[in-house]
């Protein structure tokens, strides 16, 4: 060994951004030439420079991986723990909602399943639980059960519901919404079940119900499938029962100038009413 890699002869210091661009390191693409000018008046070592450098590379790169994921997730916007309003639901302590943010659960497979009635807040804390989850690092799915029930079934027919569903085994949670909406008659409803069954015990899921388990074979073929769903998924599972007054009415009801003025009962409050009785039947 004659020349040391280390001790080029020539750097061609005008090749830097070609390279970097190269190496895919766009951070330090964007910020070297202001570190360098810190280090050469602090008369940095060497070391120190390139750490620097470095320590930027790998803090951005996670920001970025973060930011692709929440795209990937397609949660909502704005349905976070910090436009949560905690006080509309006095069963649910804070500490309670925050330990599952934190996703301790989503290590074992575990799931989360929240019942309610319609308005209560089940879609806005299971993905603000979502937005918490990708912020510390993981990959979640958010989806309506209808249109992941489509396209799984749409995969079957180009029989690649195989693929379709390791594709999905890249994240640690899908949060799957409005199941009681998925009606069996809507063509076969057992694509759901065979997510249900994958997923057991390896990889999370998190649901939102306004109908309580009772009412789930509507949802799956028949009744010993909803029995075999409704066991895997309740095996390990936080259940959020989440049967307040609607959110929405009640923030209107807030904002009309008296109770007064509002007319007594509205087709709206009926049908939620109906809905309630239903669930509580
Ligand atoms: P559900 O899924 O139970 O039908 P949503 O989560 O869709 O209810 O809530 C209905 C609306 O009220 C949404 O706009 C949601 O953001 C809002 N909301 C519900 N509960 C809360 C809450 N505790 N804090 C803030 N907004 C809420
Ligand atoms: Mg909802």
């Not at 510390?136 to 209808?146: D, K």
């Not at 759901?192 to 109908?211: K, W």
């Amino acid at each position: 060994m004659t020349d040391h890699p280390a001790k080029p002869r020539a750097v061609d210091v005008h090749a830097l951004p070609a390279m970097l661009t190269a190496l895919r390191l766009p951070s330090i693409h964007r910020h070297w030439p202001a570190l360098a000018e810190c280090a050469d008046k602090e008369g940095w070592p060497a070391a120190r420079f390139l750490a620097a450098l470095a320590e930027l590379e790998l803090a951005e790169r996670e920001t970025r991986r973060i930011r692709r994921h929440l795209i990937e997730s397609q949660l909502p916007g704005g349905k976070t723990l910090a436009t949560f309003d905690f006080k509309a639901l006095p069963g649910l302590p804070r500490a309670r909602v925050e330990a599952l943010a934190a996703g301790d659960w989503i290590e074992t497979g575990a799931n989360l399943i929240a019942i309610g009635n319609s308005g209560a807040g089940k879609t806005h804390l299971l993905c603000a639980i979502g937005h918490a989850l990708v912020e510390a690092g993981r990959r979640v799915l958010y989806t309506r059960t209808t249109d992941l029930v489509q396209k799984l079934q749409a995969a079957r027919r180009d029989l690649a519901l195989e693929a379709a569903l390791a594709k999905l085994d890249r994240f640690d949670l899908i949060i799957l919404d409005d199941i009681s909406y998925a009606r069996k008659d809507q063509a076969e409803t057992s694509v759901l079940f065979e997510i249900i069954a994958r997923r057991y015990e390896t990889r999370s899921l998190a649901i939102a119900a306004n109908q309580p388990f009772s009412a789930w074979d509507r949802v799956f073929p028949d009744q010993a499938v909803t029995v075999a769903a409704i066991d895997r998924l309740v095996h390990h599972a936080t259940i959020l029962e989440m049967n307040v007054e609607s959110y929405r009415r009640r923030a209107a009801a807030d904002r009309a100038p008296t109770k007064a003025d509002a007319p007594a009962t509205t087709t709206a409050d009926k049908q939620a009413d109906n809905i309630k009785e239903e669930i509580t039947a």
